[in-house]
């Protein structure tokens, strides 16, 4: 069942039950006060009744020919008298009765309230009542309660046709309102289908409507449109994955098939072998890059706290080699900091900076690690004295396998990984790393949540 059929049952029903309870009370309310007013006339007629027939003697009616009761403003009713012994046998009459009247043991007790009984298919009320100064002597006086009936029947049939009237008027409006209603829902339904059958484009683009309704639709437009770019930026990754991986492979098999098509020398063989031997160091640099950006993904949030000083010593031994190699000093400026963060992550991370730092920097050069408290963050800068980078370059620096003009002309052996799998890392501690313009050279800027001091 649809949200729109269910919206409409609900309010039908609601509509049904109110309705029907309120219309059983008026019903219930307007019988109990027409009978009512009958008992009370009733009795007041049965009391003068009697005190005529005690003045005959109390074995004769005396039932006079005034009006009688009067039933919902209709005129006088026909009176049902019968007058009762001591032992409950019948002393006298009326002629309105078709046949005998009811025996005493069938009615309710004296001075009780007023009671239905049936005079062959008439339907009376009645009320049984002393003859003063004549002891165990009853007297029944009944009236018909046909108008009554008829009244409530024809408030039952009214009632009905009124019922059914509003709950079709109710059911026809309930269809138009949800509907309304519901027009966001609906297209908000269409374009869910339609992005699960894999339709990136489609978008709600709701302006009007209920505020909460525009902006859920505003939300999952924005949302479907994340998702394309994180989509895009997947198959993409993958393609390049697939390229770079194909590259060094194809040299390896390239080199490989080469080596084996003739008999060659010693030196020539060991020079295949270095060249495959490059091509697989290329293949599983690139392998554990990748395996690396997708565990990024999946860190948890930090609860240790480390120190930032400390993690950037042990990042800077693991490039020593190479540092020393082009003779680039690392140096460091500021106090030391300590975040939340995974220890090994953010050693990553820093080796990664310190690495790019140190293979753009000149020979002799300098690469310089600042630390700041910024109160609510810490930020550590790591800047270089190379060339930096140019424009183009910079807004595509921390894309998956992206390499700058300099890295392309000088066949950089990099993977192109190394400034994404760092900006991840940054994130998922809450952080950002950022390229900044503070020359010479290229300086990327490092923010982490700092850590609150214990106790």
């Given at each position: 069942m649809s949200l729109h059929t269910r919206y409409v049952v609900a309010i039908s029903a609601i509509t049904l039950v109110t309705l029907g309870g309120a219309f059983a009370a008026v019903s219930i309310s307007v019988n109990a006060s027409q009978q009512r007013q009958l008992d009370l006339a009733l009795a007041e007629?049965?009391?003068?009744?009697?005190?005529?027939?005690?003045?005959?003697?109390?074995?004769?009616?005396?039932?006079?020919?005034?009006?009688?009761?009067?039933?919902?403003?209709?005129?006088?009713?026909?009176?049902?008298?019968?007058?009762?012994?001591?032992d409950g046998t019948i002393i006298a009459q009326t002629e309105s009765w078709q046949g005998r009247p009811p025996a005493l043991a069938e009615l309710g007790p004296v001075g009780a309230p007023s009671f239905d009984?049936?005079?062959?298919?008439?339907?009376?009320?009645?009320?049984?009542?002393?003859?003063?100064?004549h002891p165990g002597v009853t007297m029944l006086l009944a009236a018909p309660r046909g108008d009554l009936d008829g009244d409530a029947r024809f408030l039952m049939r009214a009632m009905a046709a009124v019922f059914g009237i509003a709950l079709l008027w109710t059911i026809l409006v309930a269809v138009a309102v949800v509907r309304r209603l519901t027009h966001g829902h609906q297209r908000i339904a269409a374009v869910a289908r339609r992005v699960a059958a894999g339709d990136l484009d489609a978008r709600i683009r709701m302006q009007r409507g209920d505020p909460e309704v525009v902006q859920l639709a505003?939300?999952?437009?924005?949302?479907?449109?994340?998702?394309?770019?994180?989509?895009?930026?997947?198959?993409?990754?993958?393609?390049?994955?697939?390229?770079?991986?194909?590259?060094?492979?194809t040299t390896l098999y390239g080199e490989l098939s080469h080596a084996l098509r003739r008999a060659r020398d010693n030196a020539e063989y060991?020079?295949?072998?270095?060249?495959?031997?490059?091509?697989?160091?290329?293949?599983?640099?690139?392998?554990?890059?990748?395996?690396?950006?997708?565990?990024?993904?999946?860190?948890?949030?930090?609860?240790?706290?480390?120190?930032?000083?400390?993690?950037?010593?042990?990042?800077?031994?693991?490039?020593?080699?190479?540092?020393?190699?082009?003779e680039v000093r690392i140096l460091w400026d500021g106090p030391s900091s300590r975040v939340l963060g995974h220890g090994n992550d953010l050693v990553r991370l820093l080796r990664n900076l310190l690495e790019n730092a140190v293979r753009h920097s000149p020979a002799g050069g300098r690469v310089t690690v600042r630390y700041q408290d910024l109160g609510r963050h810490i930020e550590v800068?790591?800047?270089?004295?190379?060339?930096?980078?140019?424009?183009?370059?910079?807004?595509?620096?921390?894309?998956?396998?992206?390499?700058?003009?300099?890295?392309?002309?000088?066949?950089?052996?990099?993977?192109?990984?190394?400034?994404?799998?760092?900006?991840?890392?940054?994130?998922?501690h809450g952080g950002e790393l950022r390229l900044v313009d503070r020359g010479p050279g290229a300086c990327f800027v490092l923010e982490l949540p700092a850590a609150k001091p214990v106790g």
């Open positions: 007629e049965a009391r003068e009744e009697a005190a005529e027939a005690a003045v005959l003697g109390g074995d004769e009616l005396a039932i006079s020919d005034r009006p009688g009761p009067a039933a919902n403003d209709v005129g006088p009713l026909t009176k049902y008298g019968a007058l009762y012994g001591p009984l049936w005079s062959d298919e008439e339907h009376l009320r009645g009320s049984l009542v002393e003859i003063p100064a505003q939300d999952l437009d924005t949302m479907i449109g994340r998702l394309g770019l994180l989509i895009g930026s997947q198959q993409r990754f993958i393609a390049n994955a697939a390229h770079e991986l194909r590259s060094p492979l060991e020079r295949v072998i270095r060249e495959a031997l490059a091509a697989t160091q290329r293949l599983r640099r690139l392998t554990e890059d990748l395996l690396e950006v997708a565990r990024v993904g999946a860190i948890e949030m930090a609860t240790q706290q480390v120190d930032l000083r400390e993690l950037s010593e042990e990042a800077a031994a693991l490039v020593t080699v190479e540092a020393e190699a082009r800068s790591v800047r270089d004295e190379g060339p930096g980078l140019a424009e183009v370059d910079r807004e595509r620096i921390f894309e998956a396998f992206y390499r700058g003009a300099h890295e392309r002309a000088t066949n950089d052996s990099g993977t192109g990984l190394g400034l994404t799998i760092a900006q991840e890392i940054a994130r998922a």
